[in-house]
């Protein structure tokens, strides 16, 4: 299952949309460098031990015995004839992290029971199998959550984690050898028995599109605990989950079919440094399919063309699972990107290692200003349902700031949520602020985001559930005032912190700078040089530039394989295409691969990628987006990012918020004027200040409407302090001050 396809095809099918960019095979420095990987990846403790492996194993057997005793007892309650009773079955599937084998210790499992046509939802499922779980001592902190956009039931079973999701199949009898990969099995089937079905269909569907399962995995660990490292894990902040960076890993296990994950990792980095968004990241050609289940198309579907970072999943009906990205998030992934492509170059020349590239965010050094969003309730069961429910809107902030500022105000949210132990049932996020990259600031300019903070408070507190005690707050916070439980054992770290890799780079373009400012005579185009790399190194993605490629994304989308189909390259040294009986099966037999390339023996990487193999990958990739996009295509208007959210019933949505839909800002209409910018000389008002003397509250601003006869009627709200966040002397992210 593991073994390498051949020339990139499996079975004599060729893998993705278009031929690979690359065949050659590891070197000895990819032996030596992916064994110093999966050392840094065991170190980090990232793989399970053989006891948990088995109780694992175990648990999802005992599950799968519940399931089936639990179909016979209602098919008996039900009337059914004996025969049918017996035959009766139910069967339990497995997705997500555990299925692709890149799971960690005490990581949930994702499950999915599939039952007969009589086995209902609601009444059987989340009733009946309810109360037989309910009643076991095995179970605890059972959580039915019947409302999400996936309905789930989470619980833990002898302390492993588990998520169940229920599909009803339109069949009688579930064969114990049944295949969900076939389209069929989605025959009659309700929406959300097709969204439970997505995953273990993505999942299975993935792992037949990688030429090489090992290195898959192994990579695929490799990216997520990057990914978490640096703070851009988690598909409901904005970022990318863990079935999106599958999805990108198995894109470059396609292009680079026989490489190992040394090299995967590097040109991970490589080609989405270089990829031009929205151009959709697709495993393969999106299947049309015979069931009429709407599928991810922009030809068709006004609302796919304004997705700013398509990543298409392989399975019928396809459908873009990175739909929650902003232009926020997109931007700081893509800085992410350079830097990982930056480390992944120093590390050929052997200036670098694994931990360089796996050195955390500072999240809390990098801004200046932060929103701090908490949370509270009466106990636990209700601190549960309401963090839920706030993390599925907190989004709706970052894509209010981002409209309400006209994207002159950048969001960067943490993905990870805080307690304070001394305060009981309580919960906090945060959010940098900073003003656009490469915008100059007018003196004492300021930002009033009042009315952008009292709006998506009022849509979190219309949750249909809310009990007393469920409370939210958002405040302004500085950097010197975050609260200490944020940090690791609740002490704040010295100014005085380790050199690290980006810290290095900080002084690096201030030691530039210092040198054009000690040479102004020299030309012109040496100083924009200097600025052309600040741009390369902070790429800001404009989002009103990016919606406006839709059209010809449909374009793209019509024909994805002409398109995008891109010749074999021919290169020398390692770029050549090697014996491909040399390459092995598994990574287990890495030792071997020693004299895979004896022609190339020397230590340095600089011999396995040599500039024209470089500049050869960098015109491969080219040709796979060429063709793709007219920038100069537009829509006669945008849509909002921001979802129009229906209140008139219960929205509970935990895995994801349901995709845009146009929506008039609030603020639109209960103001006369909407200003999100304000100057200092405009108001000088005292704020309120708090006991920590860092907080403030965000509170509505001030209302003025105008009469008919032009006179100024009473304003709408009493007047409150004005929070002011100045941006004019604001660092940039990365640096401390």
């Known amino acids: ?234 598909n409901v902040s904005g970022f990318l989950g863990g079935i999106n960076w599958a999805l990108l890993v198995a894109r470059i296990c396609q292009l680079y079919p026989n490489a190992l994950p040394n090299m995967l990792v590097s040109r991970f980095f490589r080609v989405f440094t270089q990829w031009r968004w929205p151009n959709p990241v697709m495993l393969c050609a999106n299947e049309e399919g015979s069931l009429g289940l709407p599928v991810w198309d922009p030809r068709r579907n006004p609302k796919d063309r304004f997705h700013l970072m398509p990543i298409i999943t392989p399975a019928y009906p396809c459908m873009n699972s990175s739909y929650n990205v902003s232009s926020s998030t997109l931007r700081i992934m893509t800085e992410e990107f350079q830097r990982g492509h930056d480390i992944c170059e120093v590390m050929e020349e052997n200036k670098a290692d694994w931990d360089t590239l796996f050195e955390p965010y500072p999240f809390f050094e990098a801004y200046k200003n932060y929103l701090q969003t908490d949370i509270t309730a009466e106990n636990d069961d209700d601190l549960r349902n309401w963090k839920g429910w706030v993390e599925s809107r907190l989004r709706q902030l970052t894509l209010k700031i981002e409209r309400h500022t006209y994207n002159m105000l950048q969001c960067h949210p943490h993905p990870g949520d805080f307690s304070d132990k001394s305060r009981p049932f309580h919960h906090c996020y945060f959010m940098g602020l900073q003003r656009k990259q490469g915008v100059p600031a007018s003196e004492g300019e300021q930002f009033d985001m009042r009315l952008t903070v009292d709006e998506f408070k009022r849509s979190v507190n219309m949750y249909t559930m809310r009990k007393r005690g469920m409370e939210i707050y958002v405040t302004h916070v500085k950097r010197r005032n975050i609260p200490n439980f944020v940090f690791p054992g609740g002490v704040r770290p010295s100014r005085a912190s380790k050199m690290t890799w980006d810290s290095r780079r900080s002084l690096e373009l201030k030691a530039s700078d210092s040198t054009q400012v000690d040479r102004p005579f020299e030309a012109t185009e040496s100083l924009d040089g200097v600025d052309d790399r600040r741009k390369r190194r902070r790429i800001d993605y404009n989002a009103n530039t990016n919606l406006r490629n839709g059209e010809s994304l449909a374009a793209a989308h019509s024909q994805p394989v002409e398109v995008h189909e891109v010749s074999q390259i021919s290169t020398t040294s390692s770029c050549s295409i090697k014996d491909v009986n040399s390459i092995p099966t598994s990574a287990n037999n890495i030792e071997n691969l020693a004299d895979v390339s004896s022609q190339n023996n020397g230590d340095q990487a600089a011999a396995t990628d040599t500039p024209s193999c470089k500049e050869a990958e960098k015109l491969a990739i080219q040709k796979i987006l060429s063709g793709s996009y007219d920038s100069h295509q537009e829509f006669p208007c945008e849509p909002e990012e921001l979802d129009d959210i229906d209140y008139t019933k219960q929205a509970i949505d935990f895995g994801a918020t349901r995709q845009g839909i146009p929506m008039t800002s609030s603020v639109a209409k209960t103001s006369s004027v909407v200003v999100p910018m304000t100057s200092c000389n405009e108001a000088r008002l005292t704020s309120r200040s708090y006991s920590n003397g860092g907080l403030e509250e965000l509170e509505p601003a001030e209302v003025v409407a105008l009469s008919s006869t032009g006179t100024t009627r009473a304003p709408v709200a009493e007047r409150k302090p004005i929070i002011r966040l100045s941006f004019t002397s604001l660092g940039k992210a990365g640096k401390s001050s």
């Open 1 to 234: 299952m593991g073994s390498p396809a051949l020339s990139g095809r499996n079975n004599g099918q060729r893998l993705g949309i278009t031929d690979p960019i690359s065949l050659s095979g590891p070197t000895e420095y990819d032996v030596i460098k992916t064994r110093e990987l999966e050392k840094v990846l065991q170190d980090a403790g990232l793989y399970e031990s053989q006891e948990e492996a088995v109780s694992r194993e175990e648990v999802l057997g005992r599950l799968d015995q519940i399931v089936k005793i639990w179909v016979k007892t209602i098919s008996r309650a039900k009337g059914l004839n004996e025969q049918l009773v017996q035959e009766a079955n139910a069967k339990i599937f497995t997705f997500g992290s555990y299925r692709l084998g890149v799971h960690g210790p005490g990581a949930d499992i994702d499950t999915l029971c599939v039952g007969p046509r009589h086995a209902t939802r609601e009444e059987d499922f989340f009733g009946e199998l309810h109360k037989i779980l309910s009643e076991m001592p095995e179970v605890s902190e059972l959580h039915p959550v019947p409302d999400a956009h996936v309905p789930v039931m989470k619980f833990k079973f002898s302390g492993i984690s588990i998520d169940l999701l229920y599909a009803k199949l339109s069949l009688w009898v579930i064969p114990e050898d049944l295949d969900i990969s076939q389209d069929s099995i989605l025959q009659n089937a309700d929406e959300q028995t097709v969204r439970s079905l997505n995953g273990c269909r993505v999942t299975d569907r993935v792992l037949r599109l990688v030429p090489n399962i090992q290195s898959f995995r192994t990579t695929l660990r490799c990216m997520r605990f990057w990914a978490k490292r640096r703070g851009v894990y988690s």
